[in-house]
């Protein structure tokens, strides 16, 4: 489906301020501005299966749309959410376990890019994807 396929990091828009806002520190934020993220995302019907590889570490996950799951982002920070399909976006709305603070994603496919977007505590940011 749309989004089916491997999509690697191409570059980041204000992603370090961004970071900064989660409270990631410096260093780790030098780290995963060049962090050579791929996705693999496979859908079938409202489920998705989703293969993450960076220098970071190698995970999967699965999820179906509307239903809450558990993730750690690359940092160690715990949030808990669900992606909902709205047209042609996906969007997800995920809470920090240690804060409660609201972080909010939504991915979009325009032309040849996979366009992910973050909000957090009002500062925005995304990262710009290319097929692999
Ligand atoms: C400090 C780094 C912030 C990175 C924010 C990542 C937000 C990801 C939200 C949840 C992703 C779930 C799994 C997935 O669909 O890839």
Redesign the pocket.
């Known amino acids: 489906m749309t989004f089916d396929g491997t999509w690697k990091i191409e570059r980041n828009d204000n992603y370090d301020k961004f970071?900064e806002k989660?409270g990631?520190n410096m260093v780790k934020r030098k780290l995963?501005a060049h962090d050579n993220l791929k996705?693999f995302i496979q859908q079938t019907g409202d489920k998705f299966h989703?293969k993450?590889s960076s220098n970071f570490r190698n995970l999967e996950?699965d999820?179906t749309l509307g239903v809450t799951f558990d993730?750690s982002?690359?940092?160690g920070?715990e949030?808990s959410g669900s992606?909902t399909m709205e047209g042609d976006t996906l969007k997800?709305t995920?809470l920090r376990k240690d804060n409660g603070n609201q972080?909010t994603?939504t991915r979009i496919i325009q032309g040849d890019e996979l366009i992910q977007s973050?909000s957090y505590e009002g500062v925005d940011a995304k990262r710009i994807f290319k097929k692999a």
Do not use: H, N, P
């Open positions: 970071m989660m990631v995963a996705i989703v993450e996950i999820f993730y982002l690359a940092d920070t949030v992606w997800g995920f972080l994603t973050y």
